[in-house]
C-alpha cells in the first residue's frame, strides 16, 4: 500500500480514537464531581411528603405544635393539654406508722379492721403472735382514702392505752404527676400520628420505619401509664403502718407453794452435779493420763539430752 495512501486512513482513526477517550475522561470527572457534590450536601434530594410528615410526627413535644395539620391529634393535644392543665388537683402521698400499746391486740385487730371498713379502705396485711410471757403482738398494714388520713390516726390513737410511738409523712407528687400526664398526652398524639402515616405509607421501608415508631412510642406510652396508675393509687388511699403490743400481766400461781419439796429438787441436783464432777475426774484421769504420760516422758528426754549437751560443753 502506497505511504500517502496509508497516511490518509492512518490519521483520521487516530483522532477519532482521540476523541473517544477524551469524552469518556470527560463523562468519568463529572461524574466524580456531581457525587461528591452529593456527599457535601451540595446535591440535595427533596425528601417525600410521607417524609417531612414522619420527621414532624418524630419532632413534637409537649405543647409544641406541628408545622403540618393533623387533626387527629392535633386535638388530642389540645383537648388533654387543656384537661391537664385544670383538672388535676394536688397529689400528696401520705403515710404514717403508729406503734400502741394496747388491752388486747385480738380484740385491736378487730376494731382497726372495723375501722378501715367505715373509712372506705382496706386492710393490705395483717399478723399476730404471741410471745413467751404469754402476752401477743401484732403489725397490720392499712390503706385509707387519703382525705381520712388524719381521722383515721387519731381514732387509731384512741384505741390505745398508750402510744409509744407515731410518725407521719406527706410527699407532694403534684409536679411529677402532671410531667407524666403531659408526657403521656405527647405519646400519644405521637402514637395517633404515626398510624396515620402509617395508613398512607406504600413502600416496604417506610412501613418498617413507621412500625419501629410505633413500637417504641406504644412502649414508652405503658411505662408512663404504669407510672401514673402508680401515683394515682399512692395519692388516693394513704398507708399507715400499725404496730400492736399488750402491756405485761402479772398472775398468780395456781398451785400451791410448797418449800420442802424445792430443798429436795435443790439437793437432788446437786447429788447429781456431784456425780458428774466425779465421773468426769474419773474420765480425766484414765485419759488424761495415758495421753499425757508418754508427752511427759518425751519431755523428761529432751531435758536430760539438753542438759547433758550443756555439761559437756562446760567442762570443755
Known amino acids: 500500500m502506497p505511504k500517502h495512501l496509508l497516511r490518509w486512513i492512518l490519521i483520521p482513526l487516530g483522532i477519532l480514537i ?16 456531581l457525587s461528591m457534590s452529593s456527599e457535601a450536601g451540595g446535591y440535595y434530594a427533596a425528601p417525600s ?6 420527621s414532624d410526627a418524630q419532632g413534637m413535644s409537649a405543647g409544641s405544635t406541628s408545622t403540618r395539620s393533623y387533626a387527629a391529634y392535633d386535638s388530642i393535644v389540645s383537648n388533654e393539654t387543656a384537661t391537664t392543665a385544670t383538672d388535676i388537683s394536688q397529689k ?17 385487730v378487730t376494731q382497726i379492721t372495723g375501722l378501715a371498713t367505715q373509712l372506705d379502705g382496706y386492710i393490705q396485711s395483717s399478723d399476730v403472735n404471741e410471745t413467751t410471757d404469754g402476752t401477743k403482738t401484732g403489725s397490720l398494714t392499712m390503706r385509707i382514702p387519703s382525705a381520712s388520713f388524719e381521722a383515721a390516726i387519731q381514732s387509731l390513737k384512741d384505741m390505745a392505752v398508750f402510744v409509744s410511738y407515731e410518725s407521719t409523712s406527706g410527699t407532694d407528687v403534684t409536679e411529677e404527676y ?19 402515616i402509617l395508613n398512607r405509607a406504600t413502600t416496604v421501608d417506610e412501613i418498617l420505619k413507621v412500625q419501629n415508631a410505633l413500637g417504641d412510642i406504644r412502649s414508652e406510652i405503658e411505662v408512663l401509664q404504669g407510672r401514673i396508675k402508680y401515683l394515682n393509687d399512692r395519692t388516693t388511699y394513704s398507708t399507715i403502718s400499725v404496730y400492736l403490743s399488750e402491756e405485761a400481766v ?13 430443798v429436795k429438787q435443790a439437793a437432788q441436783t446437786f447429788v447429781v452435779l456431784g456425780q458428774a464432777l466425779i465421773t ?3 474420765w480425766f484421769g484414765i485419759i488424761g493420763g495415758g495421753l499425757l504420760l508418754p508427752l511427759l516422758i518425751v519431755i523428761w528426754i529432751v ?7 550443756r555439761r559437756k560443753k562446760m567442762n570443755i
Open 18 to 33: 482521540f476523541t473517544i477517550v477524551v469524552v469518556i475522561m470527560t463523562a468519568l470527572v463529572v461524574s466524580s464531581s
Open 49 to 54: 411528603a410521607l417524609e417531612m410528615e414522619f
Open 92 to 108: 400528696i402521698i401520705k403515710i404514717g406508722s403508729l406503734d400502741l400499746i394496747v388491752d388486747s391486740v385480738d380484740q385491736s
Open 178 to 196: 402532671t410531667d407524666y400526664m403531659a408526657r403521656l398526652t405527647t405519646a400519644q398524639a405521637q402514637e395517633a400520628a404515626y398510624v396515620l
Open 250 to 262: 402479772i398472775t398468780l400461781p395456781s398451785r400451791e407453794f410448797r418449800p420442802w419439796t424445792s
Open 280 to 282: 468426769f475426774g474419773i
Open 303 to 309: 531435758w536430760r539430752i539438753v542438759r547433758h549437751y
